[in-house]
Every structure is written in structure tokens, then in C-alpha cells.
């Protein structure tokens, strides 16, 4: 079946970019929409960004302008791009498929993988 | 932002009993909710959709219900695999609720 599997650093200084990746195993990429969703410890998950597999994105606002979500069908992975971290980014970060039916739903997930912000 | 409450935030029950999550929306959301379950070191699930459609392949002891701004979401005969953390999430600007922590008793 179709598996979702995080990876990147778990320490990112403060000020510095992070990079993850999500690698979709047991199917295509392609005909789906992709989603970032995150953590941070004792709070609400926090909904980040999607992205179809033709490359149209759609953020959440509060984080629009240090996000970027792309997609890479050849390698069946897309990845998560965020800059000017602080503290208040540390998180556990999953991706998920976005799928709909008569409502739109996070019907697969990640593990999540726990990043931390620290210098 | 749409603001989901969910109540409580954590509950003790024993097997075989029946429990009952709530989840509260700011504004009304027609039936866009949706409810997770999160069982420690694994990755989150999907239960039920549009407030009371259950996923293919989750069993029917899970159930939920509810329109407009207050949402249920009912365990019957809780399975000791059921003690995790579910959470609800609204699907018209995509926000979740904080989670309810189900323990064994």
C-alpha cells in the first residue's frame, strides 16, 4: 500500500532554512494533491501548505510568505522549504496525501519527523 | 480562522466502554469535519469524514455525528488499540482541533 516517509535534519539554527522531503513508496505521486501539516509540542496541528502533482501550490496565509512546497514526480517525493526559522517552528513535521471525496481529508500520513530549532 | 474546541482533553475508560469526544467550531461548517485517531510513534489515521462517513477499512464501533458548529465522535466498546489521541479538523480553511488523549482506566 502507499506509504509516506519524512526525512531531513531534526536541528536547524535559528535564522537558517529548512529543507524536508516526503518520499511516497507503494505508488504514484502523480494524480494526487500532497500536504504539509505540523506540530509543535503541546498544540493543535497546523495545516501548512498542499501541492497538486502538476506544481500548484495553496499556503496558509500565516506562513505563506516563508514557505515553498514542491514536487518531484520522476523520484515520486515532494519537499518542504522553509526560512527564517525561530523556536516557534520547532515541531513534528508531516506530510500527508490531501484527497476528497464529498469533503476534502488527510487520508494518508508520515510518521512525522521532529524538528528542532536551536543554536 | 475557524476555531475548533475539542472536549475533553484527555479521558480514563476501561475496555469495553463507550466514550464520547466532542469538537466545537467558532462559526457554523456544514458537515466539514473530519476526525483522526494518533496512536504514539505511528502515523495519524483517518477515521470518519464529512462529520459521519467512515473511512473504508475502520471499524464500525467508530462513529460520528453532528452539523453546524458541534460535532461527536462515539467509541463503542472500546479495544485496548483504541487508547490514542483523536482529533478533529475542520475542512473549510483547514484547522485542527487540540486532540483528546484516551488512557486506560
Given amino acids: 500500500q502507499v506509504q509516506l516517509q519524512e526525512s531531513g535534519p531534526g536541528l536547524v539554527k535559528p535564522w537558517e532554512p529548512l ?53 518531484d514526480t520522476s523520484k515520486n517525493q515532494f519537499s518542504l522549504k522553509m526560512t527564517s526559522l525561530t523556536a516557534a517552528d520547532t515541531a513534528v513535521y508531516y506530510c500527508a496525501r490531501y484527497s476528497s471525496s464529498s469533503v476534502w481529508y488527510f487520508d494518508l500520513w508520515g510518521r512525522g519527523t521532529l524538528v528542532t530549532v536551536s543554536s | 480562522d475557524i476555531q475548533m474546541t475539542q472536549s475533553p482533553s484527555s479521558l480514563s475508560a476501561s475496555v469495553g466502554d463507550t466514550v464520547t469526544i466532542t469538537c466545537r467550531a467558532s462559526q457554523s461548517i456544514s458537515n466539514y469535519l473530519n476526525w483522526y485517531q494518533q496512536r504514539p510513534g505511528e502515523a495519524p489515521r483517518l477515521l470518519i469524514y464529512a462529520a459521519s462517513t467512515l473511512q473504508s477499512g475502520v471499524p464500525a464501533r467508530f462513529s460520528g455525528s453532528g452539523s453546524g458548529t458541534d460535532f461527536t465522535l462515539t467509541i463503542s466498546s472500546l479495544q485496548p488499540e483504541d487508547f490514542a489521541t483523536y482529533f478533529c479538523q475542520q475542512t473549510y480553511s483547514t484547522t485542527f482541533g487540540q486532540g483528546t488523549k484516551v488512557e486506560i482506566k
Avoid: D, F, M
Avoid at chain 1, 494533491?33 to 499556503?59: F, V
Fill in chain 1, 19 to 71: 529543507s524536508l522531503t516526503c518520499t511516497v513508496s507503494g505508488g504514484s505521486i502523480s494524480g494526487s494533491y500532497w500536504s504539509w501539516i505540523r506540530q509543535p509540542p503541546g498544540k493543535a496541528l497546523e495545516w501548512i501548505g498542499y501541492i497538486y502533482y502538476s506544481g500548484s501550490t495553496n499556503y496558509n496565509p500565516s506562513l505563506k510568505s516563508r514557505v515553498t512546497i514542491s514536487i
